[in-house]
């Protein structure tokens, strides 16, 4: 016998990577904000940066064994159908223990075995599609799905009647700073800050750039450089900060401190720019979705965007202090981050969400 929640419980699912959570802690938000009854629980990696910033929102989290799906041959595609296998097991006897609701994802590869384990127990599904370009992982979801909530118009064709026009979900809170924090970064000058990052997990591409330039960059800036786990070299100093990765809290006050932003173009973190309204230099990872992404944004003229091989040898610099030295341009991007992505507000998600209660 299936054993079912007191309380309704929705379960969410995604992780790998901050750009597949974010987006659904919004939709958490909302939804515990109209009814604090809500139960919610996360299935994510072991090792993902998902965890914390799960934890950190109160939503109970547990880790299950995932693997990816390769378009191309690798032993590790054998090697990862066995975790996905044990997956799909582990997410079939939490639902058959909790029995929810609704299953809500963002994609990534741990949701793929959750959302056909829900659907197995017959429980509905909806999927966040967040980049312009829909990912391997939605696609095998999106056969059982029962909405696809989109952020851009044109992936209303890629998923038919199934598709609802939702936009981007922030958190309420993401628009508020703690006055009170004690930010780590103590910068010895007044000057611009540029905030660097790629990503819940790092990028080794924008991180080798600002090592290469950083002498240079800090001429003329104050640095806040994400680099993710283990992916630091440089040394701190009056400056320059460095960590691994922020805590959401911190996170905010550093949007909030600076003047440019520097990162990848993951929908995760456009969708911030967007709600900040940043001026910002985007550095899509090259050879994926992410260029569909990049480009949507610079056809709106909401940012500049490069890619990293055309910021080598100094340039990256060059394009920084072109932007601290252009107020007027700054200015014209942050005002052009409406026409690159609609942001969604609480009421229409939790319009979309009433009828699985």
Not at 137 to 157: G, I
Request: proline content about 4%.
């Amino acid at each position: 016998m299936i054993k079912q929640s007191r309380q309704p419980l929705f379960l969410l699912t995604g992780g790998g990577t901050a750009g597949s959570v974010t987006p659904l802690l919004a939709i958490a938000e909302a939804l515990r904000k109209n009814r604090p009854e809500l139960q919610l629980s996360w299935l994510g990696t072991v090792s993902g940066p998902e965890k914390i910033l799960v934890e950190e929102a109160g939503i109970d989290f547990r880790a299950i064994s995932s693997g990816k799906f390769r378009r191309y041959w690798s032993i590790a595609n054998f090697i990862d159908l066995f975790r996905i296998i044990k997956g799909f097991g582990q997410a079939v006897s939490f639902i058959y223990q909790t029995r929810p609701k609704l299953v809500i994802s963002a994609g990534s590869f741990v949701s793929v075995p959750v959302v056909w384990a829900a659907k197995f127990f017959r429980v509905p599904v909806v999927i966040e599609q967040l980049d312009y370009r829909p990912g391997l992982a939605n696609k095998l979801m999106s056969v059982v799905a029962n909405e696809v909530l989109v952020t851009f118009e044109k992936s209303c064709q890629d998923y038919g009647r199934k598709a609802i026009w939702l936009g981007a979900p922030i958190r309420e809170r993401f628009y508020q700073v703690d006055q009170a924090i004690q930010t780590p970064w103590k910068f010895l000058e007044e000057k611009p800050v540029v905030l660097v990052f790629g990503g819940g997990t790092g990028a080794a591409g924008i991180n080798q750039l600002i090592d290469e330039q950083l002498i240079e960059i800090t001429r003329v800036a104050n640095v806040i450089h994400l680099t993710g786990k283990g992916k630091g070299r440089a040394e701190n100093n009056g400056n320059y900060y460095q960590t691994d990765f922020l805590e959401q809290k911190l996170m905010f006050a550093a949007y909030h401190e600076a003047d440019l932003v520097i990162a990848r173009a993951g929908l995760g973190t456009l969708i911030e720019l967007a709600a900040f309204k940043k001026a910002s230099l985007i550095i899509p990872m090259p050879n994926s979705h992410q260029i569909e992404n990049a480009q949507v944004i610079k056809e709106a003229g909401a940012a500049l965007v490069f890619a990293e091989k055309e910021l080598a040898n100094g340039q990256l610099n060059k394009q920084i202090e072109k932007v601290i030295d252009n107020k007027t341009g700054q200015a014209v991007m942050t005002a052009n981050w409406p026409r690159a992505i609609k942001i969604a507000d609480s009421v229409a998600i939790n319009q979309v969400f009433e009828k699985y209660f």
